[in-house]
DNA sequence: CTGTCTCACTTGTCATATACTTGTATCACA
DNA sequence: TGTGATACAAGTATATGACAAGTGAGACAG
């Protein structure tokens, strides 16, 4: 019987990973490390680091090297879809309408996280995303003056955000929270005022860590869940990324 | 395991300014002095400045000099410690206190998720989470009667499960939604009856994929929320992991 | 006391160099 | 087709040095 080298460096490579003996994000040995260890040659052990990052177990930057995924999606488990494909999956008719699209003073909460510089001016888009016609979501993304000046009606209405900005974005930080829904929630949503909702914040920050953009996003509780894959269970028994707010 | 220099001494100062070596508004060494104390150049200790200037944790005004920001804007989530840690951090006292301990049939959409062989019984164990003598979460854990069998009570009221279970543990899908809280909620929690609640649903599974714990646990709103990091921005506007619910 | 100048020190930025990494291509062998 | 050896391109982390630009405090003339 012939056997696969690579498959076989790789089965260990994944045990190891998987044991938590490299941590999320952690730095694996360099792929010439990797070879002299295992005794093979640096091709075998890239086939088999590539067989891993098919997994979406690892992944790699030139020049940088191999790396633990932050969120490993293991292979049984199917990729969560965006909400308009699942939409388009059960046959509804996925729809969007601008609301609001304006250039206002930033509100407190907003300006704080944005910085101190772009206290001054905000270009604020509200949004209602509709399935079959009815809402299902209602999106508020505030945005500094200065990014979003080159912005119509029209491009926000087709383009998302990401697609618009020019700017090479490096990530997010977004808070779940629930709450009763506000006045203008029940209006937007078409629920009973005071019913909960999950409410979504999120800060994505440009490549330089500074903040870009903020967005809420407000979902009826009845019709909406976040699901969240947890690669190794977490010492406590308390759900991870829970925080006590003031 | 290979090191990153810079988060290096990135890891080293936030562990310094966190521990209050350095007072908030309180200014930092100037990078030559910390180039020269940790043996690194300046270069990198910018490096590892920026990346907890991304982090909200310190800032910077040239000629001046870099200092501990007043309020940070966020907490790494990666730093985040169990609600336990932060209870004890904000100079609260954490409590626990078990209010059910039975063996029962498995509640139907438990017994679907822990798959169609357990049918039969489960232990269910509720329990408090208190702060400061104030309840601030409730659990609730079911787990196959095989495996629950050798607990007492005193077991689950000092440990976690996760210690008990002498089973090796694969990963764990939780689910994040929001309610109203019931009549339960409310007198558990110490809230009105129908004001929103955070519920969190989460199954636990052994290495090899069988599901071998539910738990849900419920969280005053105003009290709780979830932050999440995400490495890279989604392409849709959309918050990732958000579905809808039937 | 008040303005102004100077000087030491700081961050911001650029250029250059080195060592090391992954990405990719080529040729060879079983 | 899997594996190995080699070479080179491209990207990253780090070190070193230099200079521009901003800050603050003290010296000094008025």
Redesign the pocket.
Known sequence: MR?????AVAAELRAQIEAGEVSAGGV?P????LSRAYG?????V??A?EHLKAEGLVD???????FASVRPLRQGLGRLGTIEEQLSESGMEPGRKVVDFRFVPAPDWVARLLGPAERIEVLQVRRVNLADGTPFARVTVWLPAALGSSFSRDDVERHTFYELLDVPLGGATQTIGAAAASARDAADLGVPEGSPVLRCERVTRAADGSAVLVAEHVFPAHRTEFVVELASPEPSMAPSGLRLVE
Do not use: H, N
């Not at 093979?40 to 075998?44: K, L, M």
């Not at 790699?60 to 191999?66: C, M, T």
């Open positions: 056997q696969v080298r690579y498959l694996l360099s792929e010439a490390e093979v040659s640096r091709i075998t890239r086939k680091l790699s930057r030139q020049g940088f090297g191999w």
